[in-house]
Every structure is written in structure tokens, then in C-alpha cells.
Nanobody, 120 residues
């Protein structure tokens, strides 16, 4: 089992940047592929980005491609989401997640989330 704790959320103006972090503890972090999801008020949770165990493969939702970058540091048991050129529609609670399977949309463990608010 792995425990996940997100941090780095906050309030930012449109066009600004934030970097989210997700610290993992428990079983070996490098055994898990990781992902970021978000959920805006009144909407379903949606996929944002994913990264493979080694970090060599990354995947993005079309809505964030070119603006967000997912990365991981296995020595620090941490996955990051660098968010640039933020838009008001990026406002949501952001969750990190860990998976052992191959499907980038299906995850076994979830963090508690961190709020990101982008003002216009």
C-alpha cells in the first residue's frame, strides 16, 4: 500500500504558474505508475496527466497538453505537476494517484487532493 499527500495548490491569476507535489510513503514508490486528476465543482473527476514507473513515458489530456508537465523523482518518492499558462477553467481540486496496472485511467490509491483556483 502507498499513502499519497498532495501540496502546492493555491490561488493564482490567469496566465500564472503553480507546481503541485505529491509525496508518497509506504511501499516502494518506484513500483507505481502515477497520475494526476482533477475535479471541478459540479463536474466529474477527469484525467490530467500520467507518468510511467521510470518516468520515460508521459500522457496528457488534450486540455492541458503543452501547458502542464508531469515528472517524478523516485529518489524523493515524489511526483510533480508543473502547471503553466493557467486558465480559470483549470480551477479544481487536483488529486494524485498511484497504479500498478497498465491502464492510465485506473488507479489503486489516491491522495486527499489540493485546491487550485485560477482567477480571471
Amino acid at each position: 500500500q502507498v499513502q499519497l499527500v498532495e501540496s502546492g495548490g493555491g490561488l493564482v491569476q490567469a496566465g500564472g504558474s503553480l507546481r503541485l507535489s505529491c509525496a508518497a510513503s509506504g511501499r516502494t514508490f518506484s513500483s507505481y505508475a502515477m497520475g494526476w486528476f482533477r475535479q471541478a465543482p459540479g463536474k466529474e473527476r477527469e484525467f490530467v496527466a500520467a507518468i510511467s514507473v521510470s518516468g520515460g513515458s508521459t500522457y496528457y489530456a488534450d486540455s492541458v497538453k503543452g501547458r502542464f508537465t508531469i515528472s517524478r523523482d523516485n529518489a524523493k518518492n515524489t511526483v510533480y505537476l508543473q502547471m503553466n499558462s493557467l486558465k480559470p477553467e483549470d480551477t479544481a481540486v487536483y488529486y494524485c494517484a498511484a497504479r500498478t496496472g497498465w491502464n492510465i485511467l485506473e488507479y489503486d490509491y489516491w491522495g486527499q487532493g489540493t485546491q487550485v483556483t485560477v482567477s480571471s
